[in-house]
């Protein structure tokens, strides 16, 4: 079967940094993708990995390894703005089949 | 601008009722999918179509169906068969091949049960 897991909440001080961890086993992989939603709202793209290693982007950065079946998604120099949820995606399979974690939130208090 | 637009917002159903969301993108995308979001957890797949004329289900198919007629569209009848239809529905595309860096969303459709 196919199944991406991730930690259902954290927590985290503002300014501080914060590793979201993701696990996936799926028929075939061709690209797994980081999203962040706030409530009630569509999510909004963070980044893409197709490669192993680490894409940076700013206050993001997001690290794959294929082989592990294994992502994480590195939040540095939090705001209070970032409490939300982040939801790990995998696309699989011959139809491009893509299918989400259950996501984690992530609470930053002061 | 491209993008991928929902709608209706809102959408208030009757229960026995079919009711059908509309989900249309000018991204010239060839893969599109439905997903629906229940409070407090994560998008489940209902329906997914790479190609004009063609879908897949997802992992939550039953009491639901989808047509791909043109390519910029993929519109969703939740039909009387769904026993809990009352959800956040999200539509999504993503380019084809070793381009699809980013899978873009519309704004949601939130259906209820009345």
């Known amino acids: 079967g196919q199944n991406i897991d991730q930690p259902t909440e954290m927590t985290a001080t503002e300014g501080a940094i914060v590793q979201i961890n993701c696990t996936y086993q799926?028929?075939?992989?061709?690209?797994l993708f980081w999203y962040q939603q706030h409530a009630g709202e569509a999510p909004t793209f963070l980044s893409y990995?197709?490669?192993?290693g680490l894409e940076e982007k700013g206050r993001f950065s997001s690290f794959l390894s294929r082989s592990k079946g294994y992502s994480y998604l590195l939040l540095k120099e939090l705001q209070m703005k970032d409490s939300a949820s982040y939801l790990c995606?995998?696309?699989?399979?011959?139809?491009?089949?893509?299918?989400f974690g259950a996501g984690t939130r992530l609470a930053v208090h002061p | 601008d491209g993008g991928i637009t929902q709608s209706p917002k809102y959408l208030f159903r009757k229960e026995g009722q079919n009711v059908t969301l509309s989900c249309e993108q000018n991204?010239?995308?060839?893969?599109m999918y439905w997903y629906r979001q229940d409070p407090g957890q994560g998008l489940r797949l209902i329906y997914y179509?790479?190609?004009?004329?063609?879908?897949q289900k997802g992992d939550i198919a039953e009491g639901y169906s989808v047509s791909r007629e043109k390519k910029e569209s993929f519109p969703l009848t939740v039909t009387s068969a769904q026993k809990n239809p009352t959800a956040f529905y999200l539509c999504?595309?993503?380019?084809?091949?070793?381009?699809?860096?980013?899978?873009?969303f519309g704004q949601g459709t939130r259906l209820t049960v009345v």
């Open positions: 990995n197709v490669l192993d």
């Open positions: 179509s790479q190609i004009v004329n063609d879908f």
């Open positions: 995606a995998v696309v699989s399979g011959g139809y491009n089949k893509l299918i």
């Open positions: 999504a595309s993503i380019p084809q091949g070793r381009g699809n860096t980013e899978a873009f």
């Open positions: 799926t028929s075939g992989f061709n690209g």
């Open positions: 991204l010239n995308h060839d893969a």
